[in-house]
C-alpha cells in the first residue's frame, strides 16, 4: 500500500482459544481522514484496534500506524497514538484535571506544560467549571468527553476511538461528535469503531463493514448505502386487499419498485421530503386509504442482512 | 539516564494517583485506620486477659504483632485498585501511552508504603495509650520500623498478583483476606506457640510471619531470639520476590487477552 495510508491493517489474524476473532482483516486510512469500522458486537473490531494501538500482538499478518510497524516499534507507535475506548478509562478517584496532568506527566510533557494542557483540554471540551471535581461525580457523557481529552494530551497525529459513543444519550452523542468533528477538521487521521450505520455516516470518509473477523464491504457511505438501497418510504395501508393498487399508484415515484409484504408498501426513495407529500397525493386519488407512512433510514441490520443475509444480532449468536 | 529518570517519574505519577485515593474514599480510610484500631482495643481488653504471655505484660507482646499484620494487610487496595484498573480499562489506557510498562506495579506498590506509615503510626499510637512501651534505644527501634515498611512492601506484591489474579475488585478483596488471615493467625502474632497443640506448633514456628513478628519483638522489646532479625529480612526479600515475580507473569498474562 501506499505512504499515504496513516493505520494500514494487512491480513491481521488472531484467536482467542476456540473462538477466531479475526480472520484476516485488511483496511487502511489515508492521513488526514477518518476511517469507520462498522460491525455488531464481537465482529473484531476491538481486537484490531487493539492490535493497532500495540495492546495485543496479532497472531499473523501486519499492520504500520504513521508507518511503522506496530509488532517491531510499538514504543514509537505508542508515541504517535491517542486511544479513547468504550469504557472511558478515566481514573474515578481523581479530578478531571487531575486525570488530564496524569497522562500529560505520562507522556513526560513536565509538569508545567502537562497542568498548562489540561487545562487547556477541559476547556475545549466544556468541562472547565468540572475540572476540580472527582470523576465519580461526572455524568456518562462527561466522562466520555474526559476520555476523548485523555486521548488528546500529546496532540498525537493518529487518534483511535474503540465505540465513543455506546451507551450515551443523543445529546451527549452529537456533542461528542462535534467534538470529533472539530479534531478531524484540524487534520487528524481517526480510526473509528462503531456500531451504529448513523455514526460512521457522519463521521467517516471511508466504512469498512466487519463481521466474523472479515471485512465483509468496504466503501464510502453512499456507496454502502447504494447496495443496501438507501432510504425507504415504508406505508402502512389500511386494508392489505390494496397492495397491489397501491404498488401500481406508487410505481414511478421512487428510486426502484415498490414492494409489498403484509399490507406494508416499501418504497426505495433518494429523497425524502417530497416524496412523502406525493406519495400521500397520489394514494389520495387513487381512494386508497393508509394507516402510517414514514421514512425509513437504512441501519446496520440492513447493511447486514443486505450482505450477509443475517441481521447482526443473528451473526453474532451463530458464532457463540 | 534520560530513560531511567522517565521510568521513576512514571513510577512516582502513578504511586501520587494511587495514594490519593485513600482520603478521597472515606471507607477506605476507616479500613485502614479504625480496622487495626479495633483490633488493638478487641484483644487487649478482650482476649488479653484469657492469654498468658510469661515474661511480658500482654500489650507489649501483642503490639509488634499487631503492626506486623497491619502492614501485611495494607497492601490490599493494590489488589483492588489493579483489579479495578484492568476492569475499566485504564490498563489500556496506561498500555497505549509511550511510559514505562512497570510503572503501573510499581507505582501502586510504592504508594502502599505512604499507607503503611499512615497506619503504622496509629496502631503505635494507641498502642502506646494502651500501655505499650519501647524497650529497647532509638537505633533498634528505627530498624524495627524500617523492618515493617520492608514487610509492607513485600505483602503488597503479594496483594498485586492476587488484583491480577482475581476476576473482580470483590474477589480480590475475598481472596487476599483467605490467604493472610490463617497465615497471621497461626503465628506468634496473637498467641504464644507453646500455648498451640503440638502437632501445631511446627507450622506456626516455620511460617515467616512468625520470623516476622519475633524480629520486630526483638527490635522494639529487647529480646533477642538469635537471628530472627537477619532470617526475616531474608524472608520478606524472598516474599517480595517470588510474589513480584508472580505479579509480573499474572501481568503479562492478562493484558494479552
Known sequence: MSQAYAIEADGLRKRFGAVEALRGVSFGAESGNVLGLLGPNGAGKTTAVRILTTLLTADGGSARVAGIDVARHPARVRAEIGLAGQYAAVDENLTGFENLEMVGRLYHLGRRPARQRATELLGEFGLADAGDRLVRTYSGGMRRRLDLAAALVARPPILFLDEPTTGLDIRSRITLWESIEALVARGTTVLLTTQYLEEADRLADRIAVVNLGVVIAEGTSAELKEQVGGDRLEIRLARGADSAAAAHALERLGSGLPAVLDGTVSLPITHGGGTVAAAVRRLDQAGIAIDDIATQRPTLDDVFLKLTGQTAAEAVDERR | ?257
Open chain 2, 1 to 257: 539516564m534520560n530513560a531511567v529518570a522517565n521510568e521513576l517519574s512514571d513510577m512516582w505519577v502513578l504511586a501520587v494517583r494511587s495514594a490519593k485515593r485513600i482520603p478521597r474514599q472515606p471507607d477506605l480510610l476507616i479500613g485502614f485506620t479504625i480496622q487495626p484500631l479495633m483490633f488493638v482495643l478487641l484483644f487487649v481488653y478482650v482476649f488479653g486477659g484469657a492469654i498468658s504471655t510469661p515474661g511480658f505484660s500482654y500489650v507489649d507482646f501483642l503490639i509488634p504483632g499487631i503492626i506486623v499484620q497491619t502492614m501485611a494487610f495494607g497492601g490490599f487496595v493494590t489488589a483492588l485498585g489493579l483489579s479495578e484498573d484492568l476492569k475499566k480499562g485504564l490498563m489500556d489506557r496506561f498500555r497505549s501511552l509511550p511510559m514505562s510498562r512497570s510503572a503501573v506495579l510499581t507505582g501502586r506498590t510504592l504508594a502502599d508504603v505512604s499507607t503503611n506509615v499512615v497506619q503504622l503510626v496509629v496502631v503505635l499510637g494507641v498502642g502506646v495509650a494502651v500501655g505499650f512501651r519501647f524497650q529497647t534505644g532509638l537505633g533498634d527501634v528505627v530498624a524495627g520500623i524500617a523492618l515493617l515498611l520492608l514487610i509492607g512492601y513485600a505483602f503488597s506484591w503479594i496483594f498485586a498478583f492476587v488484583g491480577l489474579a482475581a476476576s473482580s475488585p470483590e474477589a480480590a478483596n475475598a481472596y487476599g483476606f483467605t490467604i493472610l488471615f490463617p497465615l497471621t493467625f497461626v503465628s506468634s502474632a496473637f498467641v504464644p506457640v507453646r500455648s498451640m497443640p503440638g502437632w501445631l506448633q511446627p507450622v506456626a514456628l516455620n511460617n515467616p510471619f512468625t520470623v516476622m513478628v519475633n524480629a520486630v519483638r526483638g527490635l522494639f522489646l529487647g529480646i533477642r531470639v538469635g537471628n530472627d532479625v537477619w532470617l526475616a529480612i531474608v524472608w520478606t526479600i524472598g516474599v517480595a520476590f517470588v510474589s513480584a515475580a508472580l505479579a509480573i507473569w499474572r501481568y503479562r498474562r492478562v493484558v494479552a487477552k
